[in-house]
């Protein structure tokens, strides 16, 4: 479990399932997501049989301290080793705790994870180039613009551009550890 102020992230399990098929099949939610079909309780439990031997990734459940309700989920997508890098992803499912700090409190916690106990040098995102609530919070946690990936996935009817994001180790002790003292 890794714990923030007001959130804390643990492991996503098959009872998590209910929570992230309701979310991501919001279309609210989707449409800030990669992709835009629906997906089932079936569908979701065989993915998460599947990925919960692959150390390539880290998949959490963000839920409240105070109450554990969960209201999210987040993670690490494609863990290089070799390179020392990975994706980092958030989607606040629980419409209610949007724009309240929680989705910065939970990528924060998962910065921590990332540099300070795996050890990665660099962690990256990708979002719509018109997302700007979520690129406006990746620049306040020190992320910085590394490029526009034009027409680059087919989504809600049409080909998107996306937006990728890179913070590196150096940057996230330097923002957040250096400041702490």
């Given at each position: 479990?890794l ?146 990936l ?15 994001m ?16």
């Amino acid at each position: 479990m890794l714990l923030g102020n007001r959130v804390f992230l643990r492991g996503m399990e098959e009872k998590d399932i209910p929570h992230k098929v309701k979310w991501i099949n919001d279309n609210e939610v989707r449409k800030t997501l990669n992709f835009d079909y629906p997906i089932s309780e079936i569908s979701t439990k065989q993915w998460l049989n599947k990925i919960t031997s692959d150390n390539s990734r880290k998949e959490f459940i963000i839920c409240l301290l105070e109450s554990e309700k969960p209201i999210g989920y987040t993670g690490l997508l494609d863990i290089n080793n070799k390179s020392s890098k990975a994706e980092m992803y958030i989607g606040i499912g629980e419409k209610e705790y949007w724009g309240k700090g929680y989705a910065k409190e939970s990528r924060k916690v998962l910065l921590e994870y990332a540099f300070m106990e795996i050890g990665l040098n660099k962690i990256y995102t990708y979002n719509w180039v018109n997302n700007e609530k979520i690129i406006g919070l990746n620049k306040k946690l020190g992320f910085q613009i590394e490029g526009i990936l034009r027409k680059d996935i087919f989504s809600h009817g049409e080909f998107r551009d996306r937006i990728i994001m890179g913070i590196l180790r150096n940057e996230y002790i330097e923002n957040f550890h250096n400041n702490e003292k």
